[in-house]
Structure formats: C-alpha cells, structure tokens
C-alpha cells in the first residue's frame, strides 16, 4: 500500500471514529447548549463552546481505557470551557464555597423552590452572566434543566454542600437583578450592508453576493464543516440555487443582527439563521446554524417588520 493511500485510510478511519462519537452524544447535545448558552450569556457563544466540548472529549476519550459516565463528564468538560471562554471578562469569578454546611433550613432556600425554577427559567440569557460562575452552572443545571443535587456535584466536581451554597446563593442573586430592557425590533435599525446581502441572496444573484465577499471569506457551516477562499462557495451557493423556496430575513438575536432563514418570504417561523462578520464593508464571514436547529429554540428571532 502506498503512503497516500495509507494516509487516506487513516484520515477515514479517523472521520469514522468521529461520526460515531458525535452519534453518541447527540441526544446530549440540545441540554448541552442550554447549559452553555446561559454559561456564556449567548446562544450564538454557547455553541461555540458546544463545539469546544465535543473536540475536547472526543480527545480525551482516546486517552480513556472506557467511556466514563456520558452526561455529567460531557457537562464537567461544558463547564470549565466556557468558563476558559468567558475567562478575559470582568466577571465575579468565584466565591469560597468550602464553608457551605446547613443552608436548606428555610422554605426559601430549599434546593427544590418552585418560585426560584420558574424565574430562571424565564431569565433572559445574558441575566446569567452576572453571577459567579459556581452560582450560575448550579442555578443553569438545577433550575433550567432539572438536574438531581447529586448530578450537579458530579457534573461541577463540588461537594453537595457546595452546591446546595452556591444554588442558594445564586438564586438571591438572580432574584435581585433587574429586568433586562431590550429595545423591540422596530425600535432598531439594521446595517444597510446587511440589508443589501439579503435582498442579492433572495433574488438569487450571486454574483452581487460574490461580489460583497472580502477576499479571504471564511464560511463556517457549523457542526458540518468550514471552508476558506471564494472557490469554496460553489456548492454553498448551488445548494441555495436549486432550493428556491428559502428566504433570508435581517433579524435580531440576543442584540445581534442575523439572517433569519425562513422556507419562504412569508413563513412566520425561521428554520434557522446565518450571521455575518464584516470586514471594511465586506463579508469576511458566513456562519450558517442550519445543523444545529436546536439553537433557535433558546431565544427568540425578532424579524425586523
């Protein structure tokens, strides 16, 4: 066998090694994204941090004789990456939680409070970020996706105490911020830029969209695959060709101008969306979440009207 052809075997086996992982965690993946979102205080970041974790267990695993338990080593490995992701910030970093003894002596701070599940559950996502870190994977985990006290000591490495402390500590907390006022979409204007991208794309003229593409366009189909450079956006853009009932929308999220991507100009709900990155004008890049539909379940798509 020739040396390609034994690299290309390797580079096969690999790829099949990691599809196979990423179909075994896959089920994991949308309580994992609600996890990260509220850790990073952005749906767009906390996939971001998705991804992170999934390469980074992935690694790991070929250091492992046997898979360890899937979902508290999945979110142990979610929790320290988006703390390393939000790390630069000025964020209360942490707090001691060594002393935490008997703090389920009132109704109010009992682990199970009702009242405390539903606020954070209705939080805005950003409202997470101004708790520590401890607080806030405690709050995220027992109150937005239920997990046992048990589970939370696992998942976070901390001792029961711990946890119970830094739940308590993080619902006061939480319950004290005021209510995040975010301006409706009305109330906001969308770069012309973006404006004009998503008028080319939906009359199909590709040539305009080439056209507003700087020269070392990066395109990240994430959770698929990334690709640089113009050449690599013929097939991006004849799979948009031969699908003509897809329309782009300028939208918010969280704040942020995206593309919402609808199956025609008059569907009310986005099937997913593409943000761009600008460059002196130009678009420098294109992340489209068209693999990860759990995303646009976490905040909702203002359409600009």
């Keep these: 066998m020739s040396q390609d052809a034994a690299q290309d075997d390797l580079i096969g086996t690999l790829e099949q090694g990691r599809r196979k992982f990423l179909a075994l965690v896959d089920h994991v993946r949308p309580e994992l994204h609600r996890y ?15 991804q992170d974790t999934l390469a980074r267990a992935y690694y790991e695993l070929s250091q492992l004789t046997a898979l360890p338990p899937l979902r508290p080593w999945l979110f142990r490995i979610a929790h320290n990456r988006a703390i390393d992701y939000r790390r630069h910030e000025a964020v209360r970093v942490s707090e001691s939680l060594d002393a935490a003894t008997e703090i389920a002596d009132e109704p109010a701070r009992e682990p199970d409070n009702i009242l405390a599940r539903n606020q954070a559950v209705r939080a805005a996502i950003s409202c997470f970020m101004q708790l520590a870190p401890a607080q806030r994977g405690c709050v995220i985990l027992k109150d937005v996706l239920d997990h046992s006290l048990d589970e939370i000591a696992l998942e976070l490495g901390l001792s029961l105490p711990a946890v119970k402390a830094a739940l308590h500590r993080g619902r006061v907390a939480l319950r004290q911020l005021p209510e995040a006022s975010v301006p409706a979409a009305s109330a906001r204007e969308i770069s012309p830029v973006l404006m004009r991208y998503a008028r080319l794309f939906n009359a199909h003229d590709w040539d305009g969209v080439r056209g507003m593409l700087a020269d070392d366009f990066r395109l990240d189909l994430v959770s698929r695959r990334k690709a640089a450079g113009r050449r690599e ?7 948009y060709e031969s699908a003509r009932d897809w329309n782009l929308a300028p939208a918010w999220l969280a704040g942020r101008e995206v593309l919402a991507v609808r199956l025609d100009a008059h569907g009310a709900q986005p099937r997913y969306f593409i943000e761009l990155g600008w460059s002196d004008g130009r678009v420098a890049t294109i992340r489209a979440y068209r693999y990860v539909p759990y995303i646009v379940q976490e905040d909702p798509i203002e359409l600009v009207p």
């Design 36 to 50: 990260c979102a509220r850790m990073t205080g952005s749906v767009a970041d906390g996939e971001d941090v998705v």
């Design 233 to 239: 956006l013929g097939v991006y853009f004849t799979n």
